[in-house]
């Protein structure tokens, strides 16, 4: 399922649904991400540099993706 059509049902009237839409997105958001961050390590950037795009330490994203 798509982001976009996630992102539909995190709008619906129930609020369990949403819930697990809300969650499947949080899963592909975070696949994605793991994505890119390799991505960017493949091309040389640094720890330094991914973790500011992140917006978090050098330490927190190396910790959660350096040892993959």
Not at 4 to 25: K, S, Y
Not at 48 to 63: C, D, E, S, Y
Request: glycine share 8%.
């Amino acid at each position: 399922m798509t982001l976009h059509t996630l992102a539909g049902e995190a709008d619906a009237e129930d609020p369990l649904a949403a819930l697990r839409a809300v969650r499947a997105m949080r899963r592909e958001l975070d696949l994605h991400e793991a994505g890119l961050v390799r991505r960017a390590r493949n091309l040389g950037y640094g720890w330094q540099m991914i973790a500011t795009a992140l917006g978090v330490t050098r330490q927190a994203v190396h910790k959660k993706y350096g040892r993959r």
